[in-house]
């Protein structure tokens, strides 16, 4: 049976709707026969006198069928739309045969043959699609390797994850577990629901080795119990997306992802307040610089749907630029939304061209995003970073005071306070910027500005998950930089809408700390992640384990735990998760001193004064482990007279001059 299947299953999808055809034309004058046996209470009915019936049937019936669509339809993913198809199909054709019938004036046929006919007919045409559509199921093309699995949810959304996985080969869905006791002991689909408390018989049982969220619309709350609840089980835990991804039509419910940091630490979100989301974007013109990035593209996604007049978005990468803009177009046309949306290729060190933008398309509010963020990128090119970081927002800030922009914001980072880096460094005086700014009169100026500092953002370039993810798919290591290293994390879309209300309390130069929640230590969300794919740690306790973690040392400029405040001081605002921290600030006319130096260091590429006014300007920052610039070590290697620059010969420079200078 199983090669009958098979080759079955091979054939054209032509030659199976003439299968099915043939085979209703052969069913038809059965499932009459059946119905004449019936109401005249005989095995062998008398029936020669009405031959012509048995003809009728099928010819009449088969027309109708394929107008209906009946051969259109795949038999293994049959559903309710085609077994209403065959109800509709089969009345209409037993009342067509029917009324010939009483128009030719055929005598002693009972009428009740055709009710009979109608429903030995449904159970024939139905019973034969639903007949196969089970033995693909039961059987498949490789019923041999499928693997049994748990589905976590007994609700609509779990109800349809089991029936997609009933049409596929791999996979056999062979419980529900569902924590609603009213659920428990029903069933769906013939599959049983059982409570939580079961999950480590059936584990036992069925040899499970996987089991599936599929709860979209609990709480994040809820679903970090749950998680916690299968993180000791031995199954590779994953989870179908979120109901945000599902609504929005991002991801479709059978898409099956990790499960990630949201879902090991996610909190519930805090309704915003809408007149601060409006605040600054509602029937205005809204620039966002570094549009293409993780935060400058959230920030695009929520605005758009906050009705500005206006969203220009300013992007140096054409890649980044491309894709955002596409996506929105995509959701302008969804939501019919009437915005322009215009891209903007440029450089916000490119002064001329970030004035003209400013007031052509006559600005009201800028997010600030764009900066070179990767802390080892930026301290292996620091004169890049410190152009891009400080002069970019320098720059920008500058044409905004100079087009009547009214608002500004900075998109900061944790990292700023107190850097042990060339990037928080960087951070940090853009922040300074915008409070020398700020001393500015009212007169003056009616631009207000502010900064809103956060820490690490989920899914972000170069985030943690991702990478742990990638490297537990290829069987480890799983690399950790140090045992005791620690991040806050934030979802991308929580942080862009608070970025968005943050902006609508700044006036004077005010920094905005968002609430990151718990800090998160690293290596436990390493096991964690690796337990949770179904597999096992391998250590000393644990030598015959999956994966290995990995202790790499801290890299270049990276600090075992950040902060949020340079100070103690800090308030509350109107919104529970954004906090104002009360900071010093330098003059405005300092600050434009140091600029000019600076601007001058950068201009002779003196990486070392660079970095010495760095660390003279920004509270808490020195280069303790010497230059890590690229150029700037080829330079002295060139400088030694050593003309072949290698990986070799430059690493062992630096590690003399890192001794030399730490002494």
Request: hydrophobic share 45%.
């Amino acid at each position: 049976m199983f090669n009958e299947l098979t080759r079955l299953h091979l054939l054209s999808r032509s030659s199976k709707r003439l299968i099915m055809l043939i085979a209703d034309m052969v069913m038809l004058p059965i499932a009459l026969w059946t119905a004449f046996a019936l109401r005249l209470g005989e095995l062998q009915p008398d029936v020669a006198a009405y031959w012509w019936i048995f003809l009728a049937a099928p010819i009449l019936s088969i027309p109708i069928f394929i107008n209906i669509g009946l051969y259109r339809a795949v038999v293994r993913f049959m559903g309710m739309n085609a077994v209403f198809a065959i109800f509709k199909a089969v009345t209409l054709s037993t009342l067509l045969l029917a009324a010939v019938v009483l128009m030719t004036e055929t005598k002693g046929v009972p009428r009740s043959v055709f009710l009979i006919y109608w429903a030995v007919a449904v159970i024939y045409i139905g019973g034969s699609r639903v007949l196969m559509r089970s033995y693909f199921q039961s059987l498949g093309l490789a019923n041999q390797t499928k693997e049994n699995l748990i589905i976590y949810g007994a609700g609509s959304a779990g109800a349809q994850l089991a029936s997609a996985l009933l049409q596929g080969y791999n996979v056999r869905p062979i419980a529900f577990v569902d924590d609603n006791k009213a659920l428990q002991g029903s069933e769906i689909q013939g599959i049983k629901i059982y409570s939580s408390e079961k999950l480590n018989d059936l584990i036992k049982k069925y040899k499970i080795k996987q089991i599936l969220l599929a709860m979209p619309s609990i709480s994040r709350t809820r679903r970090r119990e749950i998680v916690d609840k299968l993180e000791p089980l031995p199954v590779h835990v994953r989870t179908i997306p979120g109901m945000t991804d599902l609504i929005s039509g991002k991801a479709q419910l059978s898409e099956l992802r990790e499960v990630g940091l949201d879902d090991l630490l996610g909190r519930d979100p805090v309704l915003p307040h809408k007149g601060l989301l409006s605040a600054c974007i509602e029937k205005k013109n809204i620039l966002v610089t570094g549009a293409g990035g993780s935060i400058g593209s959230e920030l695009c996604r929520q605005i758009v749907l906050l009705k500005p007049k206006s969203l220009i978005l300013y992007e140096i990468s054409e890649f980044a630029l491309y894709a955002i803009e596409n996506e929105l177009e995509k959701i302008k046309a969804k939501y019919e939304l009437d915005l322009l949306l215009i891209p903007l290729l440029g450089s916000v060190l490119d002064q001329q061209r970030l004035k003209q933008v400013l007031k052509i398309y006559d600005i009201n509010t800028i997010y600030h995003a764009a900066a070179y963020k990767h802390v080892p990128l930026v301290e292996h090119n620091v004169i890049e970073g410190v152009k891009n970081n400080i002069f970019g927002t320098y720059y920008a800030a500058k044409a905004a005071l100079e087009s009547d922009v009214d608002t500004f914001v900075l998109i900061s980072t944790d990292k700023a306070v107190r850097p042990t880096n060339i990037m928080g460094a960087s951070k940090r005086f853009a922040e300074l910027i915008l409070q020398g700014l700020s001393q500015i009169t009212e007169n003056e100026t009616r631009t207000h500005f502010c900064m809103v500092r956060f820490g690490n953002v989920l899914g972000s370039s170069g985030s943690v998950v991702p990478l742990f993810q990638e490297q537990i798919q290829h069987g480890g290591p799983v690399t950790v930089t140090h045992p005791q290293i620690i991040r806050y994390f934030m979802t991308i879309p929580e942080a862009a809408q608070l970025v968005i209300q943050a902006s609508a309390m700044g006036e004077k130069g005010e920094v905005f700390v968002l609430d990151m929640g718990e800090p998160v230590k690293i290596l436990d969300l390493a096991k964690r992640m690796i337990h949770l794919s179904g597999l096992t740690v391998k250590d000393e306790k644990n030598p015959d384990g999956d994966i290995e973690i990995k202790i790499t040392g801290l890299r270049s400029g990276e600090k075992l735990y950040e902060e949020l405040l340079i100070g103690d001081n800090a308030s509350g605002t109107q919104h529970p998760r954004i906090m104002q921290a009360e900071e010093s600030a330098l003059p405005l006319e300092e600050i434009t001193k140091i600029l000019n130096e600076l601007g001058n260091s950068i201009e002779q590429y003196d990486i070392e004064d660079t970095i010495s006014i760095l660390t003279s300007t920004v509270s808490g920052y020195s280069a303790k482990k010497g230059i890590k610039d690229y150029l700037w070590m080829a330079q002295n290697v060139k400088a030694i007279g050593d003309n072949a620059i290698n990986s070799d010969n430059i690493i062992e420079l630096n590690e003399k001059l890192i001794t030399k200078e730490t002494k």
